[in-house]
């Protein structure tokens, strides 16, 4: 995010800090916590109630993350003089846009734009891409059964069931689908019962991996640049899309 933020600063620099004859101004604003050490959905909706209440607000770029979007578009959507206009760098859930059958509520995404007008715009690749591009990665490398874990994040999950839908098509067995409690206190059972499928491949569909997933149970760097998981027996290939930690 700090390198969105710079980006933003320097495009604006670049434009003498001006929109046509106007003078424009930026302000970065964080909707992650302390508790949470991630994005709250307490401080979105704060964000977005604060942004729809300002008539100087002329647009937002972001948000960082796909759930604290969802909770954002529909304010800004309603937002007084029209709505304010608002365009990610980084949101990659689908449903935000577009209607996926069996990934995404009948509702979605009508119900972020309850003005009728989309006032929202991605410039990063959604889920569905990446979880079909990984997919035919995992293929081409030799992947014929995967487990595929996440963090039950809007992100995660979502990313997640893409990959496991492409894999299927493409003639993937799918060994597992599970997500992982973020706040327990090992995940070691969780592991074993990835490693009692023979899985030769995981996939990770997330945004914050647990240290214990990572260490001992799960992933670990080789010297030429392979990961494999270290609880499991022989290399086991670990597949992600772009958000993920690992």
Not at 209 to 225: F, N, W, Y
Request: charged letters at 20%; aromatic letters at 8%; hydrophobic letters at 40%.
């Amino acid at each position: 995010t700090e390198q969105i933020v710079a980006a933003i600063r320097y495009e604006l620099g670049q434009g003498g800090w001006k929109a046509g004859d106007h003078n424009i101004g930026f302000q970065s604003c964080d909707d992650s916590t302390a508790q949470a050490a991630k994005w709250d959905s307490g401080k979105c909706s704060q964000n977005a109630n604060a942004y729809a209440a300002n008539d100087k607000v002329l647009g937002v770029v972001g948000t960082f993350n796909s759930g604290c979007a969802a909770i954002e578009i529909p304010v800004l959507n309603e937002a007084p003089n029209g709505g304010i206009p608002m365009i990610s760098p980084a949101n990659t859930w689908p449903c935000l846009t577009v209607n996926l059958p069996g990934g995404c509520d009948p509702s979605e995404p009508d119900k972020f734009y309850p003005s009728g007008t989309r006032n929202y715009v991605r410039v990063a690749p959604a889920d569905d891409y990446q979880g079909a591009a990984v997919a035919e990665f995992a293929q081409s490398i030799g992947v014929k059964k995967v487990y595929v874990l996440n963090d039950k994040e809007a992100y995660g999950l979502g990313v997640a069931t893409t990959f496991k839908k492409a894999a299927e098509s493409l003639g993937i067995e799918i060994a597992g689908f599970d997500a992982w409690d973020p706040k327990a206190s090992s995940y070691e059972a969780l592991m074993k019962k990835v490693q009692g499928t023979g899985a030769d491949g995981i996939f990770l569909g997330e945004i914050t991996l647990p240290s214990e997933i990572a260490q001992p149970h799960g992933i670990a760097a080789t010297g030429d640049g392979r990961i494999v998981v270290a609880s499991l027996d022989g290399d086991v290939h670990i597949l992600a899309a772009d958000g993920s930690s690992a």
